[in-house]
Protein backbone atom coordinates (compact mmCIF):
# COMPACT_ATOMS: atom_id res chain seq x y z
CA UNK A 1 0.00 0.00 0.00
CA UNK A 2 1.29 3.76 -0.82
CA UNK A 3 2.02 5.51 1.96
CA UNK A 4 0.24 8.36 0.75
CA UNK A 5 1.78 11.86 2.72
CA UNK A 6 -0.29 15.36 1.85
CA UNK A 7 1.27 16.76 4.94
CA UNK A 8 4.58 17.34 3.40
CA UNK A 9 3.53 18.43 0.21
CA UNK A 10 0.89 21.11 1.50
CA UNK A 11 3.85 22.78 3.69
CA UNK A 12 5.37 23.82 0.59
CA UNK A 13 1.42 25.32 -0.22
CA UNK A 14 2.93 28.81 -0.52
CA UNK A 15 5.30 27.03 -3.90
CA UNK A 16 1.88 26.13 -5.26
CA UNK A 17 0.15 29.46 -4.56
CA UNK A 18 2.97 31.36 -6.01
CA UNK A 19 2.77 29.13 -9.55
CA UNK A 20 -0.84 29.61 -9.88
CA UNK A 21 -0.67 33.08 -9.42
CA UNK A 22 2.31 33.00 -12.47
CA UNK A 23 0.10 30.64 -14.64
CA UNK A 24 -2.80 33.18 -14.07
CA UNK A 25 -0.61 36.41 -14.68
CA UNK A 26 0.32 34.50 -18.52
CA UNK A 27 -3.07 33.14 -19.15
CA UNK A 28 -4.39 36.87 -18.71
CA UNK A 29 -1.54 38.45 -20.32
CA UNK A 30 -1.44 36.11 -23.35
CA UNK A 31 -5.37 36.53 -23.24
CA UNK A 32 -5.23 40.06 -22.92
CA UNK A 33 -2.37 40.58 -26.14
CA UNK A 34 -4.20 36.98 -28.60
CA UNK A 35 -7.64 39.06 -28.39
CA UNK A 36 -5.81 42.18 -29.57
CA UNK A 37 -3.65 40.05 -32.27
CA UNK A 38 -6.68 37.43 -33.19
CA UNK A 39 -8.94 40.60 -34.19
CA UNK A 40 -6.38 42.56 -35.81
CA UNK A 41 -5.99 38.98 -37.64
CA UNK A 42 -9.33 38.61 -38.09
CA UNK A 43 -9.70 42.18 -39.42
CA UNK A 44 -6.58 41.83 -41.92
CA UNK A 45 -8.48 38.24 -43.36
CA UNK A 46 -11.51 40.18 -43.83
CA UNK A 47 -10.28 43.28 -45.64
CA UNK A 48 -9.81 44.18 -49.16
CA UNK A 49 -6.19 44.42 -49.61
CA UNK A 50 -5.01 41.19 -50.62
CA UNK A 51 -1.23 41.75 -48.94
CA UNK A 52 -3.19 41.99 -45.88
CA UNK A 53 -5.00 39.03 -45.99
CA UNK A 54 -2.05 37.22 -47.29
CA UNK A 55 0.06 38.89 -44.70
CA UNK A 56 -2.17 37.24 -41.31
CA UNK A 57 -2.63 34.09 -43.29
CA UNK A 58 0.63 33.40 -43.53
CA UNK A 59 1.28 34.03 -39.61
CA UNK A 60 -1.60 32.12 -38.69
CA UNK A 61 -0.61 28.71 -40.48
CA UNK A 62 2.55 29.36 -38.90
CA UNK A 63 1.50 29.24 -35.39
CA UNK A 64 -1.11 26.97 -36.12
CA UNK A 65 0.81 24.15 -38.01
CA UNK A 66 3.88 24.00 -35.54
CA UNK A 67 3.60 22.52 -31.98
CA UNK A 68 3.74 25.35 -29.15
CA UNK A 69 6.69 23.83 -27.45
CA UNK A 70 8.64 24.23 -30.57
CA UNK A 71 7.32 27.78 -30.77
CA UNK A 72 8.37 28.77 -26.95
CA UNK A 73 12.12 26.89 -27.45
CA UNK A 74 12.47 28.88 -30.56
CA UNK A 75 11.44 31.83 -29.20
CA UNK A 76 14.06 31.18 -25.89
CA UNK A 77 16.53 29.75 -27.35
CA UNK A 78 16.87 29.85 -31.17
CA UNK A 79 15.12 33.77 -31.63
CA UNK A 80 18.09 35.62 -29.67
CA UNK A 81 21.01 34.49 -31.89
CA UNK A 82 18.85 35.57 -34.98
CA UNK A 83 18.09 39.08 -33.58
CA UNK A 84 21.28 39.13 -31.61
CA UNK A 85 19.75 40.19 -28.88
CA UNK A 86 18.74 38.05 -25.54
CA UNK A 87 15.35 37.46 -24.46
CA UNK A 88 13.99 36.94 -20.92
CA UNK A 89 11.96 33.99 -20.83
CA UNK A 90 9.13 35.97 -19.28
CA UNK A 91 9.43 37.79 -23.02
CA UNK A 92 9.92 35.12 -24.69
CA UNK A 93 7.23 32.96 -23.18
CA UNK A 94 4.54 35.69 -23.62
CA UNK A 95 4.74 36.46 -26.85
CA UNK A 96 4.98 33.08 -27.98
CA UNK A 97 1.70 32.16 -25.91
CA UNK A 98 -0.01 35.71 -27.26
CA UNK A 99 0.97 34.82 -31.19
CA UNK A 100 -0.42 31.16 -30.58
CA UNK A 101 -3.59 32.00 -28.73
CA UNK A 102 -3.76 34.82 -31.35
CA UNK A 103 -3.99 32.68 -34.09
CA UNK A 104 -6.56 30.54 -33.27
CA UNK A 105 -8.55 33.44 -31.81
CA UNK A 106 -8.68 35.36 -35.40
CA UNK A 107 -10.54 31.99 -36.39
CA UNK A 108 -13.21 32.11 -34.02
CA UNK A 109 -13.45 35.83 -34.40
CA UNK A 110 -13.93 35.34 -38.44
CA UNK A 111 -16.32 32.72 -38.08
CA UNK A 112 -18.76 34.59 -35.69
CA UNK A 113 -18.67 37.78 -37.92
CA UNK A 114 -19.01 35.55 -41.01
CA UNK A 115 -22.14 33.96 -39.25
CA UNK A 116 -24.33 37.25 -39.10
CA UNK A 117 -26.61 37.13 -42.23
CA UNK A 118 -25.37 39.98 -44.81
CA UNK A 119 -28.50 41.52 -44.63
CA UNK A 120 -27.55 43.42 -41.03
CA UNK A 121 -24.54 44.67 -42.68
CA UNK A 122 -27.02 46.09 -45.21
CA UNK A 123 -29.24 47.23 -42.59
CA UNK A 124 -27.02 49.32 -41.19
CA UNK A 125 -25.25 50.96 -44.27
CA UNK A 126 -28.92 51.72 -45.62
CA UNK A 127 -29.34 53.65 -42.63
CA UNK A 128 -25.93 55.35 -42.90
CA UNK A 129 -23.62 53.99 -40.92
CA UNK A 130 -20.00 53.85 -41.90
CA UNK A 131 -18.07 50.24 -41.81
CA UNK A 132 -16.67 51.10 -38.40
CA UNK A 133 -19.72 52.61 -36.87
CA UNK A 134 -21.70 49.13 -38.54
CA UNK A 135 -18.63 46.51 -37.09
CA UNK A 136 -19.08 48.16 -33.78
CA UNK A 137 -22.67 48.59 -33.06
CA UNK A 138 -24.50 45.83 -35.45
CA UNK A 139 -21.72 43.01 -36.16
CA UNK A 140 -19.73 42.74 -33.30
CA UNK A 141 -22.64 42.51 -30.58
CA UNK A 142 -24.67 39.78 -32.55
CA UNK A 143 -21.44 37.93 -33.37
CA UNK A 144 -19.48 37.83 -30.03
CA UNK A 145 -22.58 35.99 -28.41
CA UNK A 146 -21.86 33.35 -31.06
CA UNK A 147 -18.05 33.27 -30.59
CA UNK A 148 -18.42 32.90 -26.80
CA UNK A 149 -18.27 28.93 -26.33
CA UNK A 150 -15.58 28.54 -28.90
CA UNK A 151 -13.72 31.70 -27.40
CA UNK A 152 -13.99 30.23 -24.16
CA UNK A 153 -12.77 26.75 -24.63
CA UNK A 154 -9.99 28.09 -26.33
CA UNK A 155 -9.24 29.78 -23.22
CA UNK A 156 -9.24 26.79 -20.96
CA UNK A 157 -6.51 25.35 -23.44
CA UNK A 158 -4.76 28.53 -22.91
CA UNK A 159 -4.79 27.84 -19.33
CA UNK A 160 -3.28 24.60 -19.76
CA UNK A 161 -0.52 25.53 -22.58
CA UNK A 162 1.32 27.95 -20.13
CA UNK A 163 2.05 24.56 -18.38
CA UNK A 164 4.45 24.81 -21.84
CA UNK A 165 6.76 27.49 -20.45
CA UNK A 166 7.46 24.60 -17.48
CA UNK A 167 10.61 24.02 -20.63
CA UNK A 168 12.20 27.73 -20.08
CA UNK A 169 11.82 27.73 -16.36
CA UNK A 170 9.25 30.31 -16.38
CA UNK A 171 7.82 30.01 -12.42
CA UNK A 172 4.02 28.91 -13.37
CA UNK A 173 2.27 26.43 -11.44
CA UNK A 174 3.90 23.20 -13.18
CA UNK A 175 6.97 24.66 -13.13
CA UNK A 176 6.59 25.18 -9.13
CA UNK A 177 5.31 21.68 -8.52
CA UNK A 178 8.86 20.21 -9.82
CA UNK A 179 10.42 22.71 -7.05
CA UNK A 180 7.95 21.54 -4.60
CA UNK A 181 8.52 17.63 -6.07
CA UNK A 182 12.96 18.07 -6.09
CA UNK A 183 12.18 19.54 -2.04
CA UNK A 184 9.69 16.60 -0.98
CA UNK A 185 10.66 13.66 -3.34
CA UNK A 186 6.83 13.05 -3.26
CA UNK A 187 5.71 13.05 -6.86
CA UNK A 188 2.44 11.44 -6.50
CA UNK A 189 1.16 14.07 -3.98
CA UNK A 190 2.74 16.67 -5.56
CA UNK A 191 1.27 16.22 -9.11
CA UNK A 192 -2.02 14.99 -8.07
CA UNK A 193 -2.28 18.42 -6.18
CA UNK A 194 -1.21 20.18 -9.06
CA UNK A 195 -4.04 18.40 -11.48
CA UNK A 196 -6.15 19.19 -8.62
CA UNK A 197 -5.44 23.20 -9.24
CA UNK A 198 -5.95 22.81 -12.80
CA UNK A 199 -9.04 21.25 -12.99
CA UNK A 200 -10.55 23.58 -9.99
CA UNK A 201 -9.49 26.66 -12.11
CA UNK A 202 -10.58 24.98 -15.39
CA UNK A 203 -13.63 23.28 -14.85
CA UNK A 204 -16.11 26.58 -13.99
CA UNK A 205 -14.90 27.88 -17.11
CA UNK A 206 -16.16 24.54 -19.21
CA UNK A 207 -19.41 24.82 -17.52
CA UNK A 208 -19.99 28.75 -18.63
CA UNK A 209 -18.90 27.81 -22.03
CA UNK A 210 -21.69 24.86 -22.16
CA UNK A 211 -24.03 27.51 -20.52
CA UNK A 212 -23.61 30.11 -23.36
CA UNK A 213 -23.99 26.52 -26.22
CA UNK A 214 -26.94 26.19 -24.39
CA UNK A 215 -28.28 29.33 -24.44
CA UNK A 216 -27.11 29.91 -27.75
CA UNK A 217 -28.87 26.91 -29.52
CA UNK A 218 -32.29 27.70 -28.11
CA UNK A 219 -31.97 31.28 -29.43
CA UNK A 220 -31.51 30.23 -32.59
CA UNK B 1 -36.05 76.24 -59.65
CA UNK B 2 -35.59 73.48 -56.53
CA UNK B 3 -39.02 71.87 -57.17
CA UNK B 4 -38.19 70.76 -60.71
CA UNK B 5 -34.78 69.11 -59.79
CA UNK B 6 -35.25 65.23 -59.54
CA UNK B 7 -34.47 63.99 -56.52
CA UNK B 8 -32.74 61.06 -57.65
CA UNK B 9 -31.22 61.40 -61.46
CA UNK B 10 -29.91 58.31 -63.28
CA UNK B 11 -27.85 58.39 -66.01
CA UNK B 12 -26.31 56.00 -68.70
CA UNK B 13 -26.73 53.35 -65.40
CA UNK B 14 -25.27 49.57 -66.18
CA UNK B 15 -24.34 46.89 -63.75
CA UNK B 16 -22.59 43.53 -64.62
CA UNK B 17 -22.07 40.90 -62.23
CA UNK B 18 -19.24 39.19 -63.84
CA UNK B 19 -19.90 38.22 -67.23
CA UNK B 20 -23.52 39.06 -66.51
CA UNK B 21 -24.50 42.53 -67.42
CA UNK B 22 -27.61 43.04 -65.12
CA UNK B 23 -28.41 46.63 -66.16
CA UNK B 24 -27.62 47.34 -69.75
CA UNK B 25 -27.98 51.53 -69.38
CA UNK B 26 -31.18 52.97 -67.53
CA UNK B 27 -31.91 56.44 -67.51
CA UNK B 28 -34.54 57.58 -64.79
CA UNK B 29 -35.77 60.75 -63.20
CA UNK B 30 -37.86 60.33 -59.87
CA UNK B 31 -39.25 63.62 -58.95
CA UNK B 32 -39.97 65.03 -55.49
CA UNK B 33 -43.19 63.42 -54.42
CA UNK B 34 -43.41 60.67 -57.31
CA UNK B 35 -44.20 57.32 -56.62
CA UNK B 36 -42.67 55.31 -59.34
CA UNK B 37 -43.54 51.84 -59.01
CA UNK B 38 -41.15 48.76 -60.82
CA UNK B 39 -41.86 45.57 -62.04
CA UNK B 40 -41.02 43.16 -64.35
CA UNK B 41 -40.43 39.35 -64.54
CA UNK B 42 -38.21 37.99 -62.09
CA UNK B 43 -34.18 38.41 -62.75
CA UNK B 44 -35.17 41.71 -65.15
CA UNK B 45 -33.16 43.93 -62.92
CA UNK B 46 -35.64 45.68 -60.45
CA UNK B 47 -33.49 45.05 -57.35
CA UNK B 48 -30.19 45.68 -58.52
CA UNK B 49 -31.60 48.88 -59.77
CA UNK B 50 -33.13 50.33 -56.64
CA UNK B 51 -30.40 49.16 -54.74
CA UNK B 52 -28.40 51.14 -57.33
CA UNK B 53 -30.40 54.28 -56.09
CA UNK B 54 -28.42 53.91 -52.43
CA UNK B 55 -25.06 52.38 -53.63
CA UNK B 56 -25.68 49.45 -51.70
CA UNK B 57 -24.62 48.03 -55.57
CA UNK B 58 -21.96 50.19 -57.21
CA UNK B 59 -22.63 50.73 -60.30
CA UNK B 60 -20.56 49.25 -63.03
CA UNK B 61 -20.55 52.71 -65.46
CA UNK B 62 -22.74 55.88 -65.33
CA UNK B 63 -24.39 58.04 -62.69
CA UNK B 64 -26.85 58.92 -59.87
CA UNK B 65 -27.34 62.39 -59.32
CA UNK B 66 -29.35 63.08 -55.94
CA UNK B 67 -30.97 66.43 -56.01
CA UNK B 68 -28.12 67.30 -58.97
CA UNK B 69 -25.17 66.12 -56.99
CA UNK B 70 -23.35 63.10 -58.39
CA UNK B 71 -22.35 59.95 -55.83
CA UNK B 72 -18.82 58.77 -55.39
CA UNK B 73 -18.55 55.26 -54.48
CA UNK B 74 -17.09 55.64 -51.18
CA UNK B 75 -18.30 56.80 -47.53
CA UNK B 76 -17.36 60.04 -47.51
CA UNK B 77 -17.73 62.57 -50.05
CA UNK B 78 -15.38 62.92 -52.50
CA UNK B 79 -14.73 66.81 -54.43
CA UNK B 80 -18.09 67.73 -54.86
CA UNK B 81 -19.53 64.57 -55.27
CA UNK B 82 -21.21 63.31 -52.21
CA UNK B 83 -20.41 60.34 -50.20
CA UNK B 84 -22.79 57.00 -49.68
CA UNK B 85 -23.13 58.37 -46.06
CA UNK B 86 -24.95 61.16 -46.85
CA UNK B 87 -26.73 59.79 -50.00
CA UNK B 88 -27.71 57.25 -47.59
CA UNK B 89 -28.79 59.75 -44.85
CA UNK B 90 -31.05 60.58 -47.67
CA UNK B 91 -32.07 57.70 -49.27
CA UNK B 92 -33.57 54.92 -47.14
CA UNK B 93 -34.19 51.47 -47.77
CA UNK B 94 -36.70 48.61 -46.76
CA UNK B 95 -36.11 45.16 -47.47
CA UNK B 96 -37.86 42.00 -48.24
CA UNK B 97 -36.44 40.44 -45.59
CA UNK B 98 -36.36 43.53 -42.99
CA UNK B 99 -33.24 42.83 -41.54
CA UNK B 100 -34.40 44.42 -37.95
CA UNK B 101 -31.40 44.56 -35.64
CA UNK B 102 -32.08 41.05 -33.22
CA UNK B 103 -30.02 42.16 -30.37
CA UNK B 104 -31.74 45.45 -30.35
CA UNK B 105 -35.63 46.57 -29.14
CA UNK B 106 -37.92 47.73 -31.31
CA UNK B 107 -37.60 51.36 -29.96
CA UNK B 108 -33.73 50.84 -30.46
CA UNK B 109 -33.93 49.37 -33.93
CA UNK B 110 -35.51 53.05 -34.66
CA UNK B 111 -33.26 55.05 -33.06
CA UNK B 112 -30.36 53.66 -33.55
CA UNK B 113 -29.60 55.52 -36.74
CA UNK B 114 -30.73 59.38 -35.50
CA UNK B 115 -28.60 58.45 -32.35
CA UNK B 116 -25.72 56.59 -33.84
CA UNK B 117 -25.64 58.40 -37.20
CA UNK B 118 -27.44 61.69 -36.61
CA UNK B 119 -26.05 62.12 -33.14
CA UNK B 120 -29.61 63.58 -31.70
CA UNK B 121 -30.05 63.28 -28.34
CA UNK B 122 -31.60 60.08 -26.83
CA UNK B 123 -34.73 61.74 -25.68
CA UNK B 124 -35.21 63.64 -29.09
CA UNK B 125 -34.76 60.50 -31.05
CA UNK B 126 -36.79 58.02 -28.65
CA UNK B 127 -39.41 60.72 -28.91
CA UNK B 128 -39.90 60.80 -32.88
CA UNK B 129 -39.34 56.43 -32.76
CA UNK B 130 -42.25 56.87 -30.89
CA UNK B 131 -44.04 59.00 -32.94
CA UNK B 132 -43.44 57.01 -35.81
CA UNK B 133 -44.38 53.60 -33.96
CA UNK B 134 -47.21 55.43 -33.15
CA UNK B 135 -48.16 55.66 -37.07
CA UNK B 136 -47.43 52.62 -38.38
CA UNK B 137 -49.80 51.29 -35.23
CA UNK B 138 -47.24 49.98 -33.17
CA UNK B 139 -46.54 52.05 -30.06
CA UNK B 140 -47.53 49.45 -28.09
CA UNK B 141 -44.20 46.90 -29.25
CA UNK B 142 -41.89 49.44 -28.38
CA UNK B 143 -39.95 47.49 -25.70
CA UNK B 144 -40.33 44.15 -28.17
CA UNK B 145 -37.51 42.48 -29.84
CA UNK B 146 -37.83 41.32 -33.08
CA UNK B 147 -37.88 38.55 -32.41
CA UNK B 148 -41.32 38.54 -31.10
CA UNK B 149 -42.97 40.33 -34.19
CA UNK B 150 -45.03 38.69 -36.83
CA UNK B 151 -43.48 39.21 -40.22
CA UNK B 152 -46.28 42.07 -41.01
CA UNK B 153 -45.29 44.33 -37.70
CA UNK B 154 -41.25 43.44 -38.55
CA UNK B 155 -41.87 44.89 -41.76
CA UNK B 156 -43.67 48.19 -40.20
CA UNK B 157 -40.86 48.60 -37.64
CA UNK B 158 -38.43 48.24 -40.83
CA UNK B 159 -40.62 50.93 -42.23
CA UNK B 160 -40.05 53.34 -38.91
CA UNK B 161 -36.95 52.42 -38.61
CA UNK B 162 -36.03 54.29 -42.07
CA UNK B 163 -38.19 57.06 -41.70
CA UNK B 164 -36.35 58.20 -38.68
CA UNK B 165 -33.47 59.41 -40.72
CA UNK B 166 -36.16 61.44 -42.28
CA UNK B 167 -35.60 60.43 -45.85
CA UNK B 168 -36.49 62.63 -48.90
CA UNK B 169 -36.55 59.03 -50.95
CA UNK B 170 -37.57 55.87 -49.76
CA UNK B 171 -36.85 52.82 -51.83
CA UNK B 172 -39.01 49.54 -50.91
CA UNK B 173 -37.67 46.28 -52.69
CA UNK B 174 -40.59 43.43 -52.63
CA UNK B 175 -41.38 44.57 -48.83
CA UNK B 176 -44.57 42.72 -48.43
CA UNK B 177 -42.88 39.58 -50.37
CA UNK B 178 -41.98 38.14 -47.48
CA UNK B 179 -45.22 37.67 -45.75
CA UNK B 180 -48.04 35.69 -45.03
CA UNK B 181 -51.22 37.16 -47.35
CA UNK B 182 -53.39 37.83 -44.22
CA UNK B 183 -50.33 40.26 -43.16
CA UNK B 184 -49.84 42.33 -46.40
CA UNK B 185 -52.54 44.88 -46.13
CA UNK B 186 -51.11 46.08 -42.96
CA UNK B 187 -48.12 47.19 -44.68
CA UNK B 188 -49.23 48.32 -47.71
CA UNK B 189 -52.01 50.60 -45.79
CA UNK B 190 -48.39 52.23 -43.80
CA UNK B 191 -47.05 52.79 -47.82
CA UNK B 192 -50.32 54.04 -49.23
CA UNK B 193 -50.72 56.83 -46.17
CA UNK B 194 -46.66 57.67 -47.28
CA UNK B 195 -47.73 58.27 -50.72
CA UNK B 196 -50.28 60.36 -49.25
CA UNK B 197 -48.69 62.39 -47.11
CA UNK B 198 -46.14 62.95 -50.49
CA UNK B 199 -43.43 60.93 -49.40
CA UNK B 200 -41.34 60.00 -52.76
CA UNK B 201 -41.02 56.45 -53.47
CA UNK B 202 -39.52 53.86 -55.70
CA UNK B 203 -41.16 50.87 -55.39
CA UNK B 204 -40.52 47.23 -56.41
CA UNK B 205 -43.67 45.07 -56.32
CA UNK B 206 -45.28 42.09 -57.35
CA UNK B 207 -48.57 43.74 -56.18
CA UNK B 208 -50.22 45.27 -59.32
CA UNK B 209 -53.35 46.07 -57.88
CA UNK B 210 -51.37 48.22 -55.40
CA UNK B 211 -48.92 49.60 -57.67
CA UNK B 212 -52.02 50.78 -60.02
CA UNK B 213 -53.06 52.53 -56.78
CA UNK B 214 -50.88 54.20 -55.62
CA UNK B 215 -47.63 54.82 -57.70
CA UNK B 216 -47.82 58.09 -60.19
CA UNK B 217 -45.63 56.42 -62.82
CA UNK B 218 -45.17 52.98 -63.34
CA UNK B 219 -41.61 51.50 -65.48
CA UNK B 220 -41.55 47.83 -66.68
CA UNK B 221 -38.31 46.58 -66.70
CA UNK B 222 -37.29 43.56 -68.58
CA UNK B 223 -33.71 41.87 -69.36
CA UNK B 224 -31.82 45.21 -68.07
CA UNK B 225 -33.58 47.58 -69.78
CA UNK B 226 -36.84 50.15 -68.89
CA UNK B 227 -39.02 48.43 -71.76
CA UNK B 228 -42.41 50.34 -70.97
CA UNK B 229 -42.85 53.44 -68.84
CA UNK B 230 -46.19 55.26 -68.16
CA UNK B 231 -48.66 56.08 -65.75
CA UNK B 232 -50.32 53.47 -63.84
CA UNK B 233 -53.13 53.34 -65.84
CA UNK B 234 -51.23 53.19 -69.20
CA UNK B 235 -48.69 50.61 -68.49
CA UNK B 236 -51.24 48.32 -66.13
CA UNK B 237 -54.24 48.79 -67.76
CA UNK B 238 -53.63 49.78 -71.50
CA UNK B 239 -50.42 47.47 -72.25
CA UNK B 240 -48.33 47.96 -75.39
CA UNK B 241 -46.06 45.55 -75.33
CA UNK B 242 -46.94 41.66 -75.82
CA UNK B 243 -44.86 40.72 -73.22
CA UNK B 244 -45.88 43.55 -71.16
CA UNK B 245 -49.54 41.93 -71.40
CA UNK B 246 -48.40 38.58 -71.08
CA UNK B 247 -46.09 39.61 -67.88
CA UNK B 248 -49.36 41.19 -66.62
CA UNK B 249 -51.87 38.60 -67.40
CA UNK B 250 -49.48 36.17 -65.18
CA UNK B 251 -50.91 38.63 -62.11
CA UNK B 252 -54.77 38.93 -63.64
CA UNK B 253 -55.24 34.92 -64.12
N1 LIG C 1 -24.64 39.86 -56.26
C1 LIG C 1 -24.91 39.25 -57.43
N2 LIG C 1 -23.98 38.48 -58.02
C2 LIG C 1 -24.24 37.88 -59.19
N3 LIG C 1 -25.40 37.97 -59.86
C3 LIG C 1 -26.38 38.71 -59.33
C4 LIG C 1 -26.18 39.39 -58.08
N4 LIG C 1 -27.33 40.05 -57.78
C5 LIG C 1 -28.18 39.80 -58.79
N5 LIG C 1 -27.62 39.01 -59.72
C6 LIG C 1 -28.25 38.55 -60.96
O1 LIG C 1 -28.72 39.69 -61.65
C7 LIG C 1 -29.95 39.41 -62.30
C8 LIG C 1 -30.97 40.42 -61.86
O2 LIG C 1 -31.25 40.23 -60.51
P1 LIG C 1 -32.22 41.18 -59.70
O3 LIG C 1 -31.80 42.58 -59.87
O4 LIG C 1 -32.29 40.64 -58.33
O5 LIG C 1 -33.60 40.95 -60.47
P2 LIG C 1 -35.08 41.13 -59.94
O6 LIG C 1 -35.04 41.89 -58.67
O7 LIG C 1 -35.77 41.85 -61.04
O8 LIG C 1 -35.62 39.76 -59.75
C9 LIG C 1 -30.31 37.99 -61.94
O9 LIG C 1 -29.93 37.15 -63.00
C10 LIG C 1 -29.47 37.69 -60.74
O10 LIG C 1 -29.14 36.34 -60.65
MG1 LIG D 1 -35.65 41.38 -56.69
Not at chain 2, 35 to 50: F, N, Q, Y
Not at chain 2, 91 to 103: A, E, I, K, S
Not at chain 2, 196 to 222: C, N, P, Q, W, Y
Request: charged share 20%; proline share 4%; net charge positive.
Amino acid sequence: MYNWDFYTVLQSFDLFLDGIWTTFLYTVGSIVLGVIIGLLTCFARLSRFAVLRLFARSYQELFRCTPLLVQILWAYYALPMVLGVTISNTTAGLLTLSLYVGSFYAEIFRGGINAIDKGQREAAAAIGMSPIQTMGRVIMPQAIKKMLPAFINQSVIQVKNTSLLYAISVAELTYMTSVVNSETYRPLEAYSLAAVMYFVMLFPLTQIADHFERRMRRSD
Amino acid sequence: MTTTQPAIAVRGLTKVFGKLEVLKGIDLDLMPGEVLGLIGPSGSGKSTLIRCLNMMETPSSGQILVSGREVAPRFRALGNKIGMGELRRNVGMVFQHFNLFPHLSVLDNITEGPRVVLKRPRAEAEALAMDLLEQVGLADKAQAYPAHLSGGQKQRVAIARALAMQPQVLLLDEVTSALDPELVGEVLSVIRRLADKGMTMVLVTHEMGFAADVASRVIFMEQGRIAEEGSPEDILRNPRSERLRSFLSRFHG
